[in-house]
């Protein structure tokens, strides 16, 4: 069993930045892929991010690749997620999610959920 629970959202202006990020419990962290996804009111859970169990690869939605930088530390069992030049299309409510999955985009594939970080970009 993991528990996840995320921290760091809040309210930014446009152009601004956040960092969030998801404290795991469990001892086995290391071994899972990490994600983050987001959810805007009326809309469908959407994948932003992911990191392998191991750290090499990660994997990025188009509309945040260059701005969002997904990165884990094992030592601290917590995955972060740097976000720089925010959008006011960025305001969602943000999830982490583990699991030992290559399904990264498929919310479905993931086994553990945090409660979700709420994120507001202002013009």
């Known amino acids: 069993q993991v528990q996840l629970v995320e921290s760091g959202g809040g309210l930014v202006q446009a152009g601004g930045s956040l960092k969030l990020s998801c404290a795991a419990s469990g001892r086995t962290f290391s071994s899972f892929a990490m994600a983050w996804f987001r959810q805007a009111p009326g809309l469908e859970r959407e994948f932003v991010a992911a990191i392998t169990w191991n750290g090499d690869s990660t994997y990025y939605l188009n509309a945040v690749k260059g701005r969002f930088t997904i990165s884990r530390d094992d030592g601290k069992n917590t995955v972060y997620l740097q976000m720089n030049s925010l959008k006011t299309e960025d305001t969602a409510v943000y999830y982490c999610?583990?699991?030992?999955?290559?399904?990264?985009?498929?919310?479905?594939?993931?086994?553990?959920w945090g409660q979700g970080t709420q994120v507001t970009v202002s013009s």
């Open positions: 999610a583990a699991g030992r999955t290559f399904a990264y985009t498929n919310p479905r594939a993931l086994d553990y």
